[in-house]
């Protein structure tokens, strides 16, 4: 597969609505198309072929703005983005999202339903599209009337759920209560213009490609920094590190960003929602959002938490920038790993996988909203674990091996009977997708992270909620998360490069630990506690020494993003996944890689015992290995 969208079998449409005859023009609105439609066109950035991206600007009808969008979604079989940027009005009895075009009026909450487009319209679009890929970007505001009703339980989410199919990442422009900017001094709205930064000057260390999950971090970042409304992130499949752009920054020279013109400089008011003219803020809802959605499409707010700095944070470390080999060991300390010629083949493409306590069983996790658990020497399925409404992105047995508990992108976290399948129960809900679970060492408790950027606790005999730990606007999106074998120390990392460390009794963040380049796959103790590993999306894995919290080295091999570590029980051997393909075994006296399994692009996994590693493929095959 190409790194980058094809320029063939792609498409792009751009579609900018700056002038109104009765809402409040929008200038900068121009410029954003034009400099996003160069950047998509241009062979150092995107290279899509010119003739597959298509700028739409101040449509005044349904068939203006809709009919492009159709023969892209006809035309394209690898990847399909719809911009847009303007207005968007809210319906007010359905409270659907609209798009407005040049005839569109929110004084009149009638004529605000048929004189601007309907998003199901594109929505239904695109999810109808045979692409492979399929992003929305909306650069947009909305108001007060946003926080009741794109709650997790309104009808901004049931319009998402419904929307959302395989492969999706949706990014909203602001938090509940503030519009997107359009300052008058600048030449591009301020998301928009911060995305554009990113595009055409790239990411100093982020390597060839930006991925859409390393935009929308740094974009958030660049945004915070100039105290303006954040972005918000949702992601299914990992779409977000799908690679969309090269880095201009890796090429060492960068494409220089469009200068727009005069005449058509941003000179609208700070605040770009149209204004209700006298009408009350309850009759009609102005809404805006900026959604990028790769394969599910739909519309949503989400609850965002107060914007200042948090005070009296704990230092952050950083580790000095030393590499450590990847030749192969020549003397290597571990034992010999023999391919045992055992394969267990499933029946449908492996997400992850993970041993029980005592290596019997083999739980198993697809793209869809299951968990099948296998009995390891017979290689038979046991059962099949059912009760998600949407794909299992993380899960982990209890120390004594008898529940499963399970997260997903339906955002609940809920609890099996491993005996017999049944479910015990859902322990509660997140915000968003849940890709990291871990028991505590005496079972009692269980973390949970989520990419809504909250970490949870839930207390597993009562099955319910514990409480939550630290200052989540600020830990950015949490992928995973551990507790040290002791049980007092647990560690989440995050899309922000950063490791953070609650105190668990306290509930206290006591450390925050730096040195990745990307956010953070994985992390992992050692059976005593006294080294953690991480994985980045740098595609490098780093270890830590826990007893002073300090860097020890950073372990280089890997082509892609490091999905996974797992220490090997004789504490002498770690392995890393990544999606390169590969997983690679490495001798942790020496700091030396001792053997790269390829093929193995999906997960992998050692018994608790560490005397068997199952790798897993996408081909559905899971191949055991023994330690000998």
Known sequence: MNALPDRLRSRAVLIGTSTYRRLDPLPSVRNNVEALAAALRNEQICGLAPQNVVKVHDPDSTPELMDPILEAAAAATDTILIYYAGHGLIEERRGELHLALVQSDSTDS??????????????????????????????????????????????????????????????????ENRGALAPAEEDYSAFTGELLRVVYDGLPGQGEFLDLNTIYAHVRAALKEKGRPLPQVRELNRVGLTKFVRNQAHRGSRSALPRPPTSVHAGSPAEHAPRLRNRSRRDVLITMTAAASAGGLGFLAWPSK???????????ITPPPSRVSTTPAPHASARVLRDTGIRLRLPSAIYALCFSPNGAILATT??????????????RLL?????????????????????????????????????????????????????????????ATLASVSSDCTLGLWDVARRAKIGRLGDYESNGWLWSVAFTPNGKTLAAGNISEAIF??????????????????????????????????????????????????????????????????????GRTLLSTSDDGTTKLWDLATRRLLRTIEGCDASAAFTAKGDLLATASRDRTVHFWRFT
């Open 110 to 175: 009638g004529r605000s339903a048929y004189t601007a487009v309907r998003y199901g319209l594109v929505r239904d679009a695109l999810l109808n599209c045979r692409a492979v890929r399929r992003i929305v970007i909306l650069d947009c505001c909305y108001s007060g009337r946003a926080v009741g009703q794109m709650s997790a339980n309104g009808p901004a989410s049931s319009v998402l759920d419904e929307a959302l199919v395989e492969g999706s990442y949706i990014l909203a422009a602001a938090g």
């Open 306 to 316: 107060p914007e200042s700095a948090t005070q009296g944070r704990p230092p952050a």
């Open 366 to 379: 697809h793209n869809d909203a299951i968990v099948n658990l296998w009995n390891v020497s017979q290689r």
């Open 501 to 570: 460390l609650w105190d668990v009794r306290t509930r206290r963040r006591i450390r925050i630990l730096k040195g990745h380049t990307g956010g953070i796959i994985t992390v992992s103790f050692n059976r005593d506690g006294s080294l953690m590993a991480s994985a980045s999306k740098d595609k490098t894995i780093r270890l830590w020494r826990m007893k002073d919290e300090m860097p020890l080295a950073v372990l280089t091999g890997h082509h892609d993003v490091v999905s996974e570590v797992q220490f090997n029980r004789d």
């Open 383 to 443: 059962t099949t674990i059912r009760g998600h409404e949407k794909e299992v992105r993380s899960m982990a047995f209890s120390p004594n091996g008898r529940l499963l508990a399970t997260g997903s992108e339906d955002r609940s976290v809920r609890l099996w009977d491993v005996r017999t399948g049944a479910p015990l129960g859902i322990l509660g809900r997140h915000g968003n997708t849940v890709p990291g679970l871990d028991f505590s060492p005496d079972g």
